[in-house]
């Protein structure tokens, strides 16, 4: 059985850091690009982070380049963000997914966890 399990969201002020867990059973990371998507209430879910399985590569979009940075530790079958510099605009509820394919699309995950809350102070 499957299961995607994102920790370490909640509250904190605009300048402070979070490190999000994004911990996996039921398959092994390394054969899967894992994705950090969030969405906030009335909007769409969107992809912001990703890395691949191949060569580690990582992608952000430009609204958290510099600021956060995904990793995995393939041994604990973990995924890491860690979001610094974090501003109001993060607010989000934050997912993590994974996926065996090559896009990085919300209709292209096939594993998601049921995300959690980050909220970001001003």
């Known amino acids: 059985e499957v299961h995607v399990v994102e920790s370490g969201g909640g509250l904190v002020q605009a300048g402070g850091s979070l490190r999000l867990s994004c911990a996996v059973s039921?398959?092994?990371?390394?054969?899967?690009?894992i994705a950090w998507f969030r969405q906030v209430p009335g909007k769409e879910r969107k992809v912001f982070s990703s890395?691949?399985?191949?060569?580690?590569?990582?992608y952000y979009a430009d609204s958290v380049k510099g600021r956060f940075t995904i990793s995995r530790d393939n041994a604990k079958n973990t995924v890491y963000l860690q979001m610094n510099s974090l501003k109001p605009e993060d607010t989000a509820v934050y997912f993590c997914?994974?996926?065996?394919?090559?896009?990085?699309?919300?209709?292209?995950?096939?594993?998601w966890g049921k995300g959690t809350l980050v909220t970001v102070s001003s």
């Open positions: 997914a994974a996926t065996r394919g090559d896009r990085i699309q919300t209709t292209d995950m096939e594993y």
């Open positions: 039921g398959f092994q990371i390394s054969d899967y690009a």
């Open positions: 890395i691949s399985t191949f060569d580690n590569s990582t």
